[in-house]
């Protein structure tokens, strides 16, 4: 049998970017050949793209796209599992492509960006064997496209783990990217009150009258402290009602109308907002797949 060297390991690994102990089986069981080797790999990318779909994917990064007027774009979240991965040159381009398509293709949602052409294949092809190449699972997430009324505008803060997209119009440049970092800074739920949901307000009210009724207060004082604690939240909760993040003397809406300036819309993603992840002990992890090769190479 062929001597497998360190030296074809890390050819083989540079030209699949496999995992080296996949190169090194799959150069084992080549004889030593690297391209019969190669071959082996990228039978098998497909059946570890399989394996690692099933793995929680919280990491990743979110990505923006603008067209060149500024009247048309898209923000797009695509995980993966570790924060290695979502510096991966590979994944990088993997999510810029798919905000291009969602600007330039107005897909209804996941399934329809998974099924556009992508790179002479399709997005889904692409993404299926990116997982196989980096070894962890990726999943495009959610996605939103926008036809601006005003221009657009963005912000991505903290490597990509927070992008903000908004259709904002009159004021600068200076201006659109400072309601941006607000909003990636204070995390508003709606843009006005109007736009937070009826159960929610209906929650706060109930908790707010449970605890105002605690006081002994008159039935008229009480309903007056329910309804600013209520009008409390709405402001906490609203871009526009929020103290503006460089001027708290001011809200968003004082600083909007003080420059001539409306915003009819924002979208804010935040990485993994909402995904349970994963609390193995990695270390725990490492010591099990170690002891599981040693126990493959001892001879049966």
């Given at each position: 049998m062929a001597e497998i060297t360190a030296g074809m390991v890390r050819e083989l690994r540079d030209k699949t970017d496999a995992p080296m102990m996949e190169c090194k089986k799959a150069l084992t069981e080549a004889g030593g050949d690297l391209v019969k080797a190669e071959d082996i790999l990228r039978v098998k990318l497909g059946n570890k793209a399989s394996k690692a779909s099933s793995r929680v994917a919280a990491e990743g990064i979110v990505a923006v796209h603008v067209s060149a007027d500024g009247k048309l774009g898209s923000i797009v979240e695509v995980n993966c599992e570790t924060d290695f991965v979502a510096k991966n040159e590979d994944f990088l381009g993997f999510a810029k492509k798919a905000a291009e398509l969602v600007a330039a293709k107005n897909p209804a949602d996941v399934a329809a960006l998974s099924a556009l052409p992508l790179d002479g294949s399709s997005v889904e092809a692409v993404r299926t064997a990116l997982v196989g190449k980096i070894g962890e699972n990726v999943s495009l997430r959610r996605f939103a496209r926008v036809a601006?009324?005003?221009?657009?505008?963005?912000?991505?803060?903290?490597?990509?783990?927070?992008?903000?997209?908004?259709?904002?119009?009159?004021?600068?440049?200076?201006?659109?990217?400072?309601?941006?970092?607000?909003?990636?800074?204070?995390?508003?739920?709606?843009?006005?009150?109007?736009?937070?949901?009826?159960?929610?307000?209906?929650?706060?009210?109930?908790?707010?009258?449970?605890?105002?009724?605690?006081?002994?207060?008159?039935?008229?004082?009480?309903?007056?402290?329910?309804?600013?604690?209520?009008?409390?939240?709405?402001?906490?909760?609203?871009?526009?009602?929020?103290?503006?993040?460089?001027?708290?003397k001011q809200t968003v809406e004082q600083v909007l109308k003080s420059k001539g300036a409306q915003v009819h819309a924002f979208y804010l993603y935040v990485v993994g907002e909402g995904i349970e992840k994963r609390k193995d002990d990695f270390v725990a992890e490492v010591m099990a797949q170690a002891s599981k090769a040693g126990k493959e190479a001892q001879p049966s």
């Open positions: 601006a009324a005003g221009r657009l505008a963005t912000y991505i803060h903290g490597g990509a783990k927070v992008g903000v997209l908004i259709d904002i119009a009159g004021g600068d440049d200076a201006l659109a990217k400072d309601i941006a970092m607000h909003i990636a800074a204070i995390k508003p739920m709606a843009l006005s009150k109007e736009g937070i949901p009826a159960d929610l307000i209906k929650r706060e009210r109930d908790i707010a009258a449970a605890k105002a009724a605690e006081s002994g207060k008159p039935a008229n004082i009480v309903e007056k402290m329910v309804e600013g604690s209520v009008q409390k939240i709405l402001k906490d909760k609203t871009l526009l009602g929020q103290p503006f993040v460089k001027d708290d």
